[in-house]
């Protein structure tokens, strides 16, 4: 990994942390109905329930899409 790109957990922990700072929620979900694999990060309002709305590029997920990560680990690899 390159020394100025930052990993992906570090890039969820920050995500987390502006979410909780806005009070929103943050939900991983896998992507394995499109077929890229891989995990979907979406920060939304905590009311609202993104497994309930229509994916898709087009679907009502893709507003609160935030990041899109192929692997994402349990620790820091900076």
């Known amino acids: 990994m390159s020394d100025l790109t930052r990993c992906n957990f570090c890039t969820l922990k920050s995500i987390r942390a502006d979410a909780r ?4 929620k943050v ?14 990060v979406y920060v939304h309002p905590k009311n609202i329930k993104i497994r309930d709305l229509p994916g898709g590029e087009d679907g ?7 990041a899109w990560f192929m692997e994402l680990t349990n620790h820091c690899c900076c």
């Open 21 to 24: 700072k806005k009070k929103l």
């Open 27 to 40: 939900t991983i979900l896998s992507d394995a109905k499109w077929g890229m694999g891989g995990v979907n």
């Open 60 to 66: 009502e997920r893709e507003k609160y899409r935030k």
